[in-house]
């Protein structure tokens, strides 16, 4: 069974798609308001909240977004897109919490684990 991290993995395949995907995160970069990191933000900071909550919030977050910005591309991307540009946006916004939201995002990430499968085998 081919998993992403496998090493006959084709680096240059993992390149493409990162490429890919980084052009579709900087368009959605835009749409992501400030006031939906800062509210995430804050549920990472909330010593209340267990990991299981705030991953909770994350991912209803996530689908919130994907959603409400207009694109006719799978869900399934536009979700793991989302993920990885707010990733970017907590960490930048509050870097001490780097750790923590990118353990979460890719813990959510792991729920996509089939779809990227099938992504770097479409490139292949």
Known sequence: VLTVFDPEV???????????????????????KA??????????????LSGEEIARRMSEVVEELARAIPSDMEQEK??????????????NTMPSLLQHVFSTTVNYMSQLHNYIVRMVSAVK
């Not at 006031?35 to 209340?48: A, I, K, M, S």
């Open 10 to 32: 084709n680096e240059e395949v993992v390149r493409i798609i990162a490429a890919q995907l980084a052009e579709i995160g900087d368009q959605f970069d835009k749409e992501i």
């Open 35 to 48: 006031r939906v990191v800062n509210d995430l933000v804050q549920h990472f900071l909330n010593d209340n």
């Open 78 to 91: 536009a979700v793991l897109v989302i993920a990885m540009v707010l990733t970017k946006k907590i960490a």
